[in-house]
């Protein structure tokens, strides 16, 4: 009678067994492989290139979803702000239109984006304005290998007065 495969098996154990040449074997390494690196509730996610995480950050905000946006942002690390405050402080009366990314200037761990903007702002009894901007963003690589959208204003340097008398 042979013994069911229980999870407890050290690799060295499915490994013999995958060289005896059957496929169930060298499917038992395979699952072994894909998911002994997994924890309960690890939910990993590919590390995506910078540009394509600051598509997907200004395509969910084209699209109103604030939820998906604040996925993108540094928050979702540091805690300085929950997703219901995020979706709270943004505005009812702003709506992004359209975007354009500019010029990525990516770093080791740091990048500057410039990204154009268009939006439209709402106010009651007035009609829509459309409005367009140039938007400077600074994004964070974390230690999860993943992009991050960081603009806390605390975080930004700030040149010295000293510095801006002299120029």
Request: aromatic share 10%; hydrophobic share 35%.
């Amino acid at each position: 009678m042979r013994k069911a495969f229980t999870g407890m098996e050290s690799e060295y154990a499915v490994m013999r067994k995958a060289s005896r040449g059957t496929v169930r074997g060298a499917i038992l390494v395979a699952l072994t492989a894909s998911l002994g690196s997994c924890q309960p509730g690890d939910v990993r996610h590919p590390v995506q290139p910078l540009e394509q995480r600051v598509r997907a950050f200004w395509e969910a905000r084209v699209q109103g979803d604030d939820l998906a946006a604040y996925q993108y942002e540094i928050y979702t690390h540091t805690g300085k702000m929950t997703a219901t405050q995020y979706i709270k402080r943004r505005s009812p009366l702003l709506k992004y239109t359209e975007y354009a990314i500019e010029e990525i200037q990516e770093q080791e761990k740091e990048a500057q984006v410039r990204v154009d903007v268009k939006y439209q702002l709402t106010f009651p009894g007035i009609t829509e304005l459309s409005l367009d901007s140039e938007v400077k963003e600074r994004w964070t690589r974390l230690d999860d290998g993943q992009w991050y959208r960081n603009n806390w204003k605390d975080k930004l340097p700030r040149p010295s007065r000293a510095a801006a008398k002299q120029g």
